[in-house]
Each structure stands twice: as C-alpha cells, then as structure tokens.
C-alpha cells in the first residue's frame, strides 16, 4: 500500500509494532503488568462472552520448569510429518539454549472455555491489544504458539493447573513480555493481500 494514508499514535503503534525474539532480563514492573492485562480484557469478544483467561507468569523458576516441559512435549507429540513450522519448532526444542519463549521476564497465557467456536478469535484479539499496549509503553512482544500446539500434554496441563488455569480450558496462546535486547527488521508485507473492489460502472 504506497498511497498516504492517516497517521496517528495508534496507527503508528500498529506499524511500528514487531516481533521481538530477544529480551533484556531487565523485570516487568507491576504498572506495566496491569496495563498490558488491563488491555487484554478491554477486547472485544464473541457474543460479549468473556470466558478467556489471562494468566501472567513472571517467575523465572517457573517459567524455566515450562520450557522443560515443553521440550519433552516436543519430543513426544510433534509428529515427524507435521506441518513446516512445527518442524522447525521441534528442531530448534532440541537444541542446547532451546527458550520456546524468549528469555522474555513476561508470559501471558491466553486460555479460553472449550468448545466454545470463537475461543482463538477472542484470546487473538486481546493479544494484538496486548501487542500493541506492550509498544506503546516501550516494550517488545511476541505472539508464541507452542503452548497451544502442546495443549493436550497431560503434563503440562497438571503444570498448567498449580498455575492457575482449568483443566477444560483450551490453551490458545502465549505472549513474551520484555524490554527489546535486539530488534530484527520488519519481515516484508506480501503484494496482493489487499483487495478494493470497485464496481463497473458503465
Ligand atoms: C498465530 C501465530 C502464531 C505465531 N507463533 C509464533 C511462535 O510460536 N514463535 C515466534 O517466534 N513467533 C510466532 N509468531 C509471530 C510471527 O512469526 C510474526 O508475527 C510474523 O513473522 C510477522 O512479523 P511481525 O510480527 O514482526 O510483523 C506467530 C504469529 C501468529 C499470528
């Protein structure tokens, strides 16, 4: 989209806006936490259901005894035929320094009721809000998926459970929280996504 187009804070916030795949150790303080959580709950939902959970996890044991159990998971539930992505997932979880989310000081984990249709639309939603609040306050962020990919792991659902979140709930996703170590440069939008129609008049 080459032609001008508005700008103002927000606007700007979701141009600005990347994902961050390296943290500073440096501590979300309790003002930034609320705001972030204070903008996940202000989206809007399906039906006005509300039924999402945000669970924010910040201890650096804990959050180090979760990437364990995400290894493990990665060894026993991805399949060897699974889709590109996931492979990659589960390759880098072999690795030596495998951190599925970051080193970030922050995770939020979006759950929501099951079998409920609009469960990943409306934790998706409040990510993107959370993204976008996390900018605006001089934060990096990043959307983090192998939570949900491992939602079923039995052992990771009990760990799941001490902190706090149901057992019937389906996971949906996961945002790393932290001041940006470094940056890597925005991936090119692709060409051909947008489409105007316009009617021919004759
Ligand atoms: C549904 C979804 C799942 C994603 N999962 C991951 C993930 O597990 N790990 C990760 O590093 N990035 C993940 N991302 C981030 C994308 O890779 C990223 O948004 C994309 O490359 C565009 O870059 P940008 O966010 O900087 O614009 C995910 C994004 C979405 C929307």
């Not at 500073?24 to 003002?31: D, F, K, R, S, V």
């Not at 989206?43 to 364990?68: H, M």
């Not at 990659?88 to 599925?100: I, L, M, R, V, W």
Request: with cysteine; hydrophobic share 40%; charged share 20%.
């Amino acid at each position: 989209m080459n032609r001008e187009t508005i700008r103002n804070e927000v606007l700007d916030a979701i141009l600005l806006r990347r994902s961050t795949r390296s943290f500073e150790e440096a501590p979300i303080t309790g003002l930034e936490l609320d705001t972030l959580l204070k903008a996940t709950i202000w989206a809007p939902s399906g039906g006005n259901n509300q039924t999402w959970l945000f669970t924010a996890v910040r201890d650096v044991e804990t959050l180090l005894s979760l990437n364990k159990l995400v290894r493990d998971g990665f060894q026993k539930w991805i399949p060897d035929d699974d889709y590109p992505g996931k492979l990659g997932a589960k390759k880098a979880s072999q690795s030596e320094g495998f951190n599925f989310y970051y080193h970030a000081p922050l995770l939020i984990i979006a759950s929501n009721a099951p079998n409920y249709e609009n469960a990943m639309a409306d934790c998706a939603l409040a990510l993107e809000n959370v993204f976008l609040a996390a900018h605006s306050i001089g934060l990096g962020s990043c959307y983090i998926n192998q939570l949900h990919w491992l939602r079923n792991d039995q052992n990771l659902r009990s760990f799941l459970f001490e902190l706090g979140i149901p057992k019937e709930h389906t996971i949906c996703s996961a945002a790393a929280i932290g001041r940006v170590k470094n940056q890597s440069s925005p991936p090119a939008r692709k060409p051909g996504t947008i489409n105007v129609y316009t009617p021919n008049k004759q």
